[in-house]
């Protein structure tokens, strides 16, 4: 039997500065080189949310470097799995590809206290994605 190969998650919302940067960064950290991860956004902001950035570091996750990326249709042709966090009908449709939507709460203009527990509601359902996957999350 083969292994398949390393699935592709493709997180969309609309300005990539929070929810999907805060999938991105879980998924990567948990998965490791057991899955390939993007993010994108439909109309991308100028920077990640910066009560995003602080509320990943409390969890140990570094994404100050990250910047919001514009959503191409290549990239959704390119993943597996797309994961949409409240972008509506911006996000292209392909027959064939796993499409997720996550019903989230938008950390735009919110402080670090407001962040958390959208924060940890990603950390969770990552978890169970891994799980779905048949991916062991790391420690």
């Given at each position: 039997?083969?292994?398949?190969?390393?699935?592709?998650?493709?997180?969309?919302?609309?300005?990539?500065?929070?929810?999907?940067?805060?999938?991105?960064?879980?998924?990567?950290?948990?998965?490791?080189?057991?899955?390939?991860?993007?993010?994108?956004?439909?109309?991308?902001?100028?920077?990640?949310?910066?009560?995003?950035?602080?509320?990943?570091?409390?969890?140990?996750?570094?994404?100050?470097?990250?910047?919001?990326?514009?959503?191409?249709?290549?990239?959704?042709?390119?993943?597996?799995?797309?994961?949409?966090?409240?972008?509506?009908d911006?996000?292209?449709?392909?027959?064939?590809?796993?499409?997720?939507?996550?019903k989230?709460?938008?950390?735009?203009?919110?402080?670090?206290?407001?962040?958390?527990?959208?924060?940890?509601?990603?950390?969770?359902?990552?978890r169970?994605?891994?799980?779905?996957?048949?991916?062991?999350?790391?420690?």
């Amino acid at each position: 039997m083969s292994t398949p190969a390393v699935p592709t998650v493709l997180f969309v919302c609309v300005h990539n500065a929070g929810r999907s940067q805060m999938g991105a960064a879980f998924l990567a950290h948990l998965g490791g080189d057991r899955v390939q991860v993007r993010s994108a956004g439909s109309a991308p902001a100028e920077t990640v949310n910066a009560a995003v950035v602080e509320a990943m570091r409390e969890v140990g996750i570094d994404i100050s470097a990250q910047t919001p990326k514009v959503l191409t249709v290549e990239a959704v042709e390119a993943s597996d799995v797309v994961i949409t966090m409240g972008c509506g009908d911006a996000c292209p449709y392909f027959p064939g590809k796993r499409y997720l939507d996550w019903k989230l709460d938008d950390p735009a203009g919110q402080g670090v206290d407001a962040v958390r527990p959208i924060r940890d509601r990603i950390e969770q359902r990552i978890r169970g994605l891994l799980a779905e996957l048949g991916i062991e999350a790391a420690a």
